[in-house]
């Protein structure tokens, strides 16, 4: 939360399109989607990639929380409720506000996620 602040959030420059492909830890996607989604311009694309690392591979959730990323953006396509203690009340509001669009593919081998920004 420290490096997106103090490198990105603090910053003026807004982004069409950002791609996350941090460690892919389930908190650390959690986090970067919710802290950097209000840096999207109107109509951005935020990708997250290896979207399934949390549930495929024990590495990235030690462990074993609940929800991941992946389960987060399920319940918003489906219209239900989510909570994650790495969420701030004032990033899921933003996000609830300005969604637009998720879509979600699976590839070979990982999935992928992309979300879109209102106007």
């Known amino acids: 939360e420290e490096s997106i602040t103090n490198t990105l959030l603090r910053k003026d420059n807004m982004f069409d399109i950002i791609i996350e492909d941090a460690s892919h830890v389930l908190k650390d996607q959690i986090i970067s989607l919710f802290m950097l989604f209000k840096k999207l311009k109107p109509e951005g694309l935020f ?29 918003y396509m489906n219209n239900q409720s989510f909570e994650s203690k790495y969420i ?11 969604v637009k669009d998720i879509k979600i ?15």
């Open 47 to 75: 990708i997250c990639e290896e979207l399934d690392f949390p549930e495929k591979r024990q590495d990235m959730n030690l462990n074993n929380e609940y929800p991941s990323l992946k389960e987060i953006l399920l319940n």
């Open 88 to 98: 701030h009340e004032e990033d899921k509001k933003y996000f609830l506000n300005n």
């Open 105 to 119: 593919y699976k590839g070979k081998v990982n999935e992928i996620a992309i979300i879109k920004k209102k106007n």
